[in-house]
């Protein structure tokens, strides 16, 4: 285990990944989802407007018009 001694006490869960882009959570996935079926709390924070994005997806890619 990553933090058994926090764990040991019982205490709850709660890890933050933070990514530059919404598809570099890729590598750490495996990861991420362990912790979340061990009950963990898993929030991912994505840092970037999204400029890029509206051509490959239906998602509203950040722009202001």
């Known amino acids: 285990m990553v933090f058994p001694q926090v764990l040991a006490q019982g205490a709850s869960k709660t890890l933050v990944?933070?990514?530059a882009h919404g598809d570099d959570e890729g590598?750490?996935?495996p990861i991420l989802a362990r912790y979340?079926?061990?009950g963990a709390q898993v929030y991912l924070v994505i840092?970037?407007?999204g400029a890029q994005g509206?051509?490959?997806t239906s998602v509203h890619d950040g722009r202001h018009d």
């Open 47 to 49: 840092a970037t407007d």
């Open 54 to 56: 509206g051509a490959h």
């Open 27 to 29: 590598a750490a996935a």
């Open 36 to 38: 979340a079926r061990e």
């Open 17 to 19: 990944a933070v990514f």
